[in-house]
């Protein structure tokens, strides 16, 4: 069954600090994953995109990485600010990629205190 | 703004009521897509539409049923609703139907007493 799972679920965290969120995924065939940030009430906003042959994205301060033989990839967020406190989604592309075969995790939600 | 336009943003009604959500994509997206998110569960893939084609159907109760028109825009119909039917609706849009970006919407948040 594809899953995506990301950890952890929640994570509070000081403002300025560095945080790395995780997301494992168990999606065949592959096609590309993204992060996606949401806003409480709002909707997701793209971060970044990443394919097969591609290990590391930057957004910013967002760095996603990828490590597709592990099935594995981590949200880097660096000297983290309060307008980042949000969940974070990771979805991963199955089947040749098309948009309706995404599959979601249920995020983690980051929570930056000043 | 992502350029995708919902309407309502929220919505109260009763159960056994039937509503209509609508979605207005990005200028020149031919992709309408439905996500269904209730509380602190991940998004859930309904419906696509491509160009006024469904295009991919996910876990879309037959209660549910969604259509895109002529000039892009779309329509979630939602019937005999329950309690459980309770969450927020998000539409997103591309221009491709199965690659590149998803822009999504604001989304239109239902109660349903």
């Known amino acids: 069954k594809n899953q995506v799972e990301q950890s952890p679920q929640s994570l509070i965290i000081l403002e300025g600090k560095n945080c790395t969120l995780q997301c494992n995924y168990t999606v065949s065939p592959f096609s590309n994953l993204r992060w996606y940030k949401q806003d409480t009430g709002r909707g997701p906003v793209s971060l970044t995109i990443?394919?097969?042959?591609?290990n590391t994205k930057s957004n910013g301060r967002y760095t996603a990485t990828l490590d597709a033989d592990t099935k594995q990839s981590s949200l880097h967020i660096t000297a983290s600010q309060l307008s980042d406190s949000a969940s974070y989604i990771c979805?991963?592309?199955?089947?040749?990629?098309?948009?309706?075969?995404?599959?979601f995790g249920k995020g983690t939600k980051l929570s930056v205190k000043p | 703004d992502s350029g995708v336009t919902q309407t309502p943003k929220h919505l109260i009604t009763a159960t056994g009521q039937r509503v209509t959500l609508r979605c207005s994509p990005r200028s020149g997206d031919l992709s309408v897509y439905w996500y269904q998110q209730s509380l602190d569960q991940g998004l859930q893939f309904l419906i696509q539409?491509?160009?006024?084609?469904?295009?991919a159907k996910g876990n879309i109760l037959e209660r549910f049923s969604a259509q895109q028109f002529p000039d892009l825009h779309s329509e979630l119909n939602l019937s005999s609703l329950e309690l459980g039917d309770s969450a927020l609706y998000f539409c997103a849009s591309s221009v491709h139907s199965s690659t590149g970006e998803l822009f999504f919407g604001e989304g239109s948040r239902l109660t349903v007493l």
């Open positions: 990443m394919t097969f042959s591609e």
């Open positions: 539409y491509y160009n006024g084609e469904e295009r």
């Open positions: 979805v991963v592309s199955a089947n040749g990629g098309s948009q309706g075969n995404l599959i």
